[in-house]
């Protein structure tokens, strides 16, 4: 069975049907599903989903309550169930049958070649769409976490239990990194763990080759940022590796913040020509912002401001939410240390404000800080 947790807007989706929860029935549910056909007490569900609050005794009755009036109709699926005398547990009575396809490995290929290409391209609706499709039969368990990211289930991706912390680190590492105003932090804590290997092989070359140039970058540690960018040119030697164009803009970035427009001009009149035959719509969007970032502080504010317009659509419009939280946070580094246009300024720090809202920044920073000083032994 398959059922998706959406913490960015409290929804579950079944069978390609959303349904709205919230807050705190979502995090009952959720915590219910987690551990299906298992009784807790009232007391158990109040310390596992209201710590440190005070609710009413009638609290978990009540929530109970809404969430079997909002599952309604999914009773064939789950039911949260009253165990007399006891409290409650959510069981789960079916599981669905794969498709006749499932076993067949041509047609598993098949969907992970569409898969790869959806993601090369930035077509994150495709990419939904098709990792939410239980008729095809394909599990996608390896991309689970990483599609947690992309849609911007972030409280996702540091709750789930299900993955080892070496699956999730990268993503709480970009998450991190993001959100926080520690910024030396950062740095330690990424040191430690590239020294500790907790990346796991499927992550450890992104982590090792893009995230701390980044990182290095985002924290205005030049010439670590420059000592990585040489590593990291060592490695990506041709236009097909799979880094290429976003390592192409980390150095466009560098560029940027050491004011070598020469460099610039030249790494941007070589993306021009390589996005012309390689429309890749997540660095694209990255790219028309970093461009217009650079005609801002040439002086051609309106020019400068249209490209960042315009990357900012192409970059809502893949529906990678990961990446419109990366697009916010270079955007406002580069408007608060490097390039002065107070309006710009104003209207994105409005929209990181409501990120910061809609997914709690400093509860969020703190139990990722916490789960990477609790892994790597800090």
Known sequence: MSISFHHHDFTITYAGETRQFLRKEFALLQYLYQHANQAFTRDQLLEAVWPLEFPSDRTVDDHVYRLRKKLKGWEHVLTVETVK?????????????????????????????????????????????????????????DMKIYLSYMRGDIWECVHSNELAFSD??????????????????????????????????????????????????????????HRQLTFAENQITDENHGFYPFHQLIRMMYSLSTGNDECFIEKKKHMDEFF?????????????????????????????????????????QTQFKSHIMLFHRVCLFY??????????????????????????????EQEIEKQIKQNLYI
């Not at 396809?101 to 969907?111: A, G, I, M, N, V």
């Not at 990182?215 to 030049?222: F, P």
């Not at 490097?338 to 400093?362: C, G």
């Open 85 to 141: 005398g006891y409290g409650y547990k959510l069981v789960i009575h079916i599981n669905e049958p794969k498709s006749l396809l499932s076993h067949d490995p041509e047609f598993k290929q098949l969907t992970m070649n569409l898969f790869s290409k959806y993601h090369l391209y930035g077509h994150g609706n495709a990419l939904n769409t098709l990792t939410t499709q239980n008729e095809l039969g394909v599990e996608f368990e």
């Open 168 to 225: 999730k680190a990268l993503y709480l590492f970009f998450i991190y990194t993001f959100i926080t105003t520690k910024k030396d932090k950062v740095i330690d804590y990424l040191e430690k763990a590239l020294d500790q290997k907790v990346f796991s092989e499927l992550n450890v070359e992104e982590a090792t080759i893009l995230l701390p140039t980044m990182i290095y970058i985002l924290t205005d540690h030049l010439d670590r940022a």
């Open 276 to 316: 012309k035959y390689k429309p890749l719509q997540r660095e694209l969007g990255i790219f028309y912002l970093i461009k217009g970032l650079f005609l801002i502080k040439k002086q051609q504010y309106e020019m400068g401001q249209e490209d960042i317009y315009k990357g900012l659509q192409i970059t809502q």
């Open 335 to 364: 408007l608060e240390h490097y390039i002065e246009d107070s309006k710009l300024e104003t209207e994105f720090r409005k929209n990181w404000n409501q990120m910061a809202m809609e997914y709690d920044f400093i509860k969020l």
